[in-house]
């Protein structure tokens, strides 16, 4: 199997990415975070999701028209300022 190391050592936001029988898997080797998705594509995606969650960066609100897009009218969403019904303390 190849490595992708040089001299043992893991390199700067090295990413690996493998298949699992109908799966593609990726890690972050600095991390440690893993996904998966049915495409290369989508895992990839997933992974830079689940790292950027990971390192407490959660992007930007959705703008209303994103909202829109997902079914959700803005002027409907009660949440507010309270947290989230499935935050644990």
Do not use: F, Y
């Not at 991390?31 to 594509?41: L, Y």
């Amino acid at each position: 199997m190849a490595s992708s190391v040089s001299g043992g050592d893991a390199h700067d936001d090295e990413i690996r990415l493998w298949r699992e029988e109908d799966w593609w898997v990726a890690t972050d080797v600095e991390t440690g975070v893993t996904s998966q998705g049915p495409t290369r594509e989508t895992a990839l995606e997933n992974l830079d999701d689940a790292v950027a969650l990971h390192k407490g960066d959660s992007g930007s609100e959705p703008t209303d028209s994103e909202l829109r897009e997902l079914g959700i009218d803005p002027a409907e969403n009660t949440t507010g300022e309270r947290e989230p019904p499935d935050v644990l303390e």
